[in-house]
């Protein structure tokens, strides 16, 4: 064969194959649009099925990020009118409602990570009681909180732990503010120089009884494995060091809604460095305009590189319960989640458009995330967390 011919039928096995990575980039948008589509009818038959029933009063625990959601009025007319359902939730920490908390007289869990519904459904097995159906409701990726001088210092070319693009702010050397944590860094120290006092640390929740605490333990593993998810492998050696880190916080919230209100209330000498979720700080300037403005002007957002998702299942236990799960992934209570709340829907029609939320340094898209440990990782995490 001679090289003209060759190179001939080269192109033609590139074009071959740049043609199938075309069309199976079309099937698989096809694919997922088809997919929420057909969740967009299946709401519409099941609010038409349920507006024929008698109206329901369904009890649930929810994570603290989520009760302005669920005291939405827009979303309690919506389920009451629609659906036919009142709903009362209890605010509990993500790990302790899943491990520890009663379950009886409750129609379902909303904790905000699958580890915790794994948790869910463990603990069933052991205690008898069933789990009728769980669902991923909506996501939001855990961000660090911080503030104007400490964002500044981070981002200096002397130390590059932060960086700016198109006007976000990334956390963009995980493993370097990990190790000025463990290194005991001091606020005072002069190549910091902040008037802040004590070491350097970046404060999250209990691990042992929120979720958002729980993501960032397994966040925290995962840096410290390389940036990959630590594995069974791995995780022994990593354990002590996941330990120093929480303990050197000293006494932490047990909710991340309580977490954020003292995060905003004391400020930046008592939390330079707040592990949040993202729709905390976005809902807040919706439902403070009157303090939007001070809020965009004094706290920054920074997106880990990588973070990891919370994607707030909710796990009914009764009939009602599933009647809440179907009735969430109505297209117009997922735009709802969105755009008066913050949470990332992938509903049928929703962009995720930060615009509405006239606040810079919010992108479209996360796209640099890491997978949580597999559950049995995660479960060796809460335990050693859990032991004195």
């Known amino acids: 064969m001679n090289s003209g011919l060759k190179a001939f039928v080269g192109l033609l096995v590139v074009a071959g194959i740049g043609a199938l990575l ?22 519409t038959a099941d609010a038409a099925e349920a507006a024929k029933g008698p109206q329901i009063d369904i009890r649930i625990r929810a994570g603290g990020e989520k009760i302005g959601f669920l005291k939405d009025p827009v979303l309690i007319a ?5 659906y036919r359902l009142t709903v009362s939730a209890e605010k509990s920490g993500s790990v302790e409602m899943s491990r520890d908390l009663p379950v009886q007289g409750f129609d379902a869990l909303w904790p905000a990570n699958d580890f915790c519904r794994q948790l869910v459904v463990e603990r069933s097995m052991r ?36 960086e700016k693009r198109n006007e976000i702010h990334y956390v ?16 005072k120290d002069p190549d910091i120089g902040l008037p802040y006092n004590g070491r350097v640390l970046v404060k999250s929740t209990d691990p042992v009884k929120s979720s958002s605490g729980n993501l960032f333990a397994g966040l925290l593993a995962n840096v410290m494995n390389g940036g990959d998810p630590a594995v069974s492998e791995t995780i022994d050696a990593i354990l002590p060091r996941v330990k120093s880190v ?8 047990e909710s991340s809604g309580t977490f954020f209100e003292h995060f905003l209330g004391m400020g930046v000498g008592t939390y330079p460095f707040g592990v949040a979720y993202e729709n905390q700080l ?21 997106y880990p590189e990588p973070t990891v998702w919370a994607t707030h299942p909710m796990v009914a236990l009764t009939p009602a319960g599933k009647r ?39 992108p479209q898209q996360i796209v640099s995330v890491v997978p949580l440990p597999e559950p049995a990782v995660m479960s060796k995490i809460l335990e050693a967390l859990s032991a004195p």
């Open 127 to 162: 205690e008898g009681f069933k789990v009728v159906k769980s669902e991923d409701i909506f996501n939001s990726p855990i961000v660090i909180l911080s503030w104007p001088d400490p964002v500044r210092v981070f981002s200096s070319p002397s130390w590059k732990v932060v």
């Open 172 to 187: 963009v050397d995980m493993a370097k503010l990990v190790d000025l944590v463990e290194k005991d860094h001091k606020w």
């Open 246 to 253: 929480f303990a050197r916080m000293g006494l932490k919230e």
């Open 22 to 43: 075309y069309f199976g980039f079309l099937t698989k948008n096809a694919t997922e649009e088809s997919r929420k589509r057909n969740e967009a009818e299946q709401a």
């Open 282 to 302: 976005l809902e807040l300037t919706l439902e403070q305009p009157a303090s939007a403005d001070v809020i965009r002007s004094n706290v920054t957002v920074l």
């Open 324 to 362: 809440l799960v179907d009735a969430m992934k109505d297209p117009e209570i997922q735009r709802i989640a969105w755009e008066r709340h913050g949470f990332r829907t992938g509903a049928m029609g929703s962009s995720n458009d930060p615009a509405v939320f006239q606040m810079r340094g919010i």
């Open 78 to 82: 919506l389920l009451r009118d629609r």
